[in-house]
């Protein structure tokens, strides 16, 4: 989706607060990247189709 690729820009070359720069790659802090790793796939804030299923007290979420 155009809306997810413009966001993706912006977290990329400006500012994410739960980007991790370290010498091995850029590494994503969110909770809802199940995965760790910061690029478009896995982001849960640049792709408006990815879901992050997560269990809390037996119900999921």
Known sequence: ???DEVIWQVIRHNHCSFMTKI????????????????????CPLANSRYATIRDHDGTDF
């Open 1 to 3: 989706m155009q809306h």
């Open 23 to 42: 010498t091995t790659g850029n590494f994503c802090r969110n909770p809802y990247n199940v995965t760790g790793i910061c690029n478009r796939s896995s």
